[in-house]
């Protein structure tokens, strides 16, 4: 399996577990809002909502994987354009050398 390859596997994997994470969070959120509300009877403080911090965070997991993918893919991108300049630079070179010797 090719690097490019492994790594496009391993970023769909990584999609997939944080939809899972997401998932368990939303069920974990929703059973401690219905234990919160058995328990206690007086009303939330009005400038604090848990459920908005959870997405928040989420959408800062899903930002960043996006990103380093975007990262990982033009590191592979540059790492082809340098063996190919590479590659021209060597028989560029060599032809040089051709000419050279052709004119003594």
């Given amino acids: 399996m090719s690097d490019l390859s492994k790594a496009s596997q391993d970023a769909v994997d990584a ?14 959120a929703a059973v401690q809002a219905g234990q919160q509300q058995v328990a206690c009877h007086h009303p939330a403080p009005a400038g604090r909502q848990s459920s908005g911090q959870a997405a928040k965070w989420i959408g800062i997991g899903v930002g960043g994987s996006v990103f380093l993918l975007a990262v990982a893919i033009s590191a592979v991108a540059v790492a082809i354009s340098a063996v190919a300049l590479t590659v021209c630079l060597l028989v560029l070179r060599g032809i040089w050398n051709d000419v050279r010797k052709g004119g003594k």
Wanted: net charge neutral; no cysteine.
């Fill in 15 to 28: 999609a997939r577990q944080g939809e899972r994470y997401a998932e368990i969070l939303a069920v974990v």
